[in-house]
């Protein structure tokens, strides 16, 4: 039986649709662990020993769960395979290089910045760049044209960060830290479309997050050890609350969700969705548990409201209708 073209615009609107909502949570998590591993970084006095733990420690769960889960073994097996015949790129398996530098600039620059200001910095380099790897067609659902809509939404996004760190303009060293999660927001668009891909010849999310942490955690723990040879090693662990070391495993919600919709929704739209969390979970915590940077000014708030209005104006329809080659550049097979 077929279904009718009707039918299949229903399904795939309800898949974007699903998408976008696990997006959202995700996009909370990600607030979240800004702010865990803003708080362990100060505690430890060692920005990027906190960003190795907390990778460190995600990896180190998915390293115990992926083996010992059916599903997981199986999919290991299946991305060997890919990875034999050629269906997957060897550079399509180290997207967590670009998540391992989120995780140290989360730590670097949240004490000072506030979750807020990071968040806002974060999604604009991402947006921007969702843009220019849809439009390249690297992710798992082929390639997406650059419409008035989205580009628009990209435009609102920059201008929603400039808004937010204007009263810091006064502050080179407060701007020089911003840009930071700018560059992090850049690299997580092709973190996420190469994620998918994994995600695809694998047919597992727990695999590409294993693999994701893998290359992460291999570059941190380069940085660690330049970070040791010039400032010497952390004492301890410092003692505190348990919420302190849970950054790695809401990482794993961040990665897998983004693994499995980004097929459904493409990079941009994931993206968004999880700006719309990021932005919403960022200012409650910055308001409710306020930061060293204080509780956030009417410019950061009404930055991430315009980071809202730009992800609802990418949303939008853009005015050219038919996309007829977007079904027919997805080439590479489903799990």
């Not at 974060?122 to 798992?140: E, I, K, N, T």
């Not at 937010?164 to 560059?183: K, M, N, Q, Y």
């Not at 005015?319 to 007829?324: A, E, F, K, S």
Request: glycine share 16%; proline share 6%; charged share 10%.
């Amino acid at each position: 039986m077929t279904q009718t073209s009707t039918e299949r615009l229903t399904v795939s609107t309800g898949r974007k649709a699903a998408g976008v909502g696990l997006a959202v949570v995700a996009g909370v998590a990600l607030a979240v662990q800004s702010r865990i591993n803003g708080e362990l970084a100060v505690r430890l006095n060692d920005p990027i020993g906190a960003a190795t733990f907390s990778f460190g420690s995600g990896l180190l769960v998915l390293a115990v769960l992926v083996p010992l889960l059916p599903a997981g073994r199986a999919g290991l097996g299946h991305l060997r395979t890919a990875l034999r015949e050629g269906r997957i790129r060897g550079r399509q398996c180290v997207g967590g290089m670009c998540g391992g530098f989120l995780v140290a600039t989360q730590g670097l620059t949240v004490p000072t910045l506030g979750v807020a200001v990071f968040i806002v910095a974060l999604v604009a380099g991402q947006s921007s760049s969702s843009l220019l790897v849809d439009r390249a067609g690297a992710g798992p659902g082929g390639a997406q044209p650059v419409t008035t809509p989205r580009l628009a939404g990209a435009v609102l996004t920059v201008c929603a960060v400039l808004l937010a760190v204007g009263d810091r303009i006064g502050h080179p060293g407060a701007l020089v830290l911003a840009v930071l999660p700018l560059v992090a927001g850049i690299g997580i668009a092709w973190q996420q479309a190469v994620n998918g891909h994994v995600r695809v010849v694998s047919g597992s999310a727990m695999v590409a997050g294993l693999v994701n942490f893998a290359a992460g955690t291999a570059v941190l723990l380069v940085a660690f050890a330049v970070s040791v040879a010039v400032r010497g090693r952390p004492d301890h662990l410092p003692p505190g609350p348990w919420w302190l070391y849970v950054g790695g495993t809401l990482g794993i919600v961040f990665i897998a969700v983004g693994a499995v919709v980004v097929r459904w929704t493409g990079v941009l739209l994931l993206g968004l969705g999880m700006i719309s969390g990021q932005v919403t979970g960022a200012l409650l915590l910055d308001v409710i548990v306020p930061g060293d940077a204080g509780r956030p000014g009417w410019n950061t708030v009404l930055g991430a409201a315009l980071t809202l209005v730009a992800v609802a104006v990418a949303v939008g329809p853009g005015r050219r209708g038919p996309r007829p080659a977007q079904r027919s550049v997805r080439v590479l097979p489903g799990p």
